[in-house]
C-alpha cells in the first residue's frame, strides 16, 4: 500500500522560510519521479517542483526558481522542500505526488499517488 505523508506546513510571516517533508512508503523508490504540487483557493494544482530520485535531478515553476530547492534522501524514502522569501502568494495547500513509473517528471499524468496534503499560510 503506498503511503505519502507530508509534514512541515504551517503559518509564517512574508520573507519567512518554512521545511516541508514528504515520507513515502509501498512502491520502489530508488527510481521514482517524486514532485510538489500546490492549490491555491479557486486555483488550478501547480506544480511546484520534481526530483528523479535515481540521480536527483530536478526542475522547479518558474515563480519558485532560487526561493524553493526540492531534494531527497533516498536512505529515508523521503523528499523535502526547502521554501524560503516566502510571499503571500505562497499560500496554498502542499501536496506531495509519486510516480514509482519514472519516466517523463515534467507531466502531471506521471504522478500516480498524492499525499493528503499540508497548508501553508504565508501573511503580510
Known amino acids: 500500500q503506498v503511503q505519502l505523508v507530508e509534514s512541515g506546513g504551517g503559518s509564517v510571516q512574508a520573507g519567512g522560510s518554512l521545511r516541508l517533508s514528504c515520507a513515502a512508503s509501498g512502491f520502489r523508490y530508488d527510481r521514482a519521479c517524486m514532485a510538489w504540487f500546490r492549490q491555491a483557493p479557486g486555483k488550478e494544482r501547480e506544480e511546484v517542483a520534481y526530483i528523479y530520485t535515481a540521480n536527483g535531478s530536478t526542475k522547479y515553476a518558474d515563480s519558485m526558481k532560487g526561493r524553493f530547492t526540492i531534494s531527497r534522501d533516498n536512505a529515508r524514502n523521503t523528499v523535502y522542500l526547502q521554501m524560503n522569501s516566502l510571499e503571500p502568494e505562497d499560500t496554498a495547500m502542499y501536496y506531495c505526488?509519486?510516480?514509482?513509473?519514472?519516466?517523463?517528471?515534467?507531466?502531471?499524468?506521471?504522478?500516480?499517488?498524492w499525499g493528503h496534503g499540508t497548508q501553508v499560510t504565508v501573511s503580510s
Open positions: 505526488a509519486a510516480g514509482p513509473r519514472g519516466g517523463y517528471c515534467y507531466l502531471k499524468a506521471s504522478y500516480d499517488y
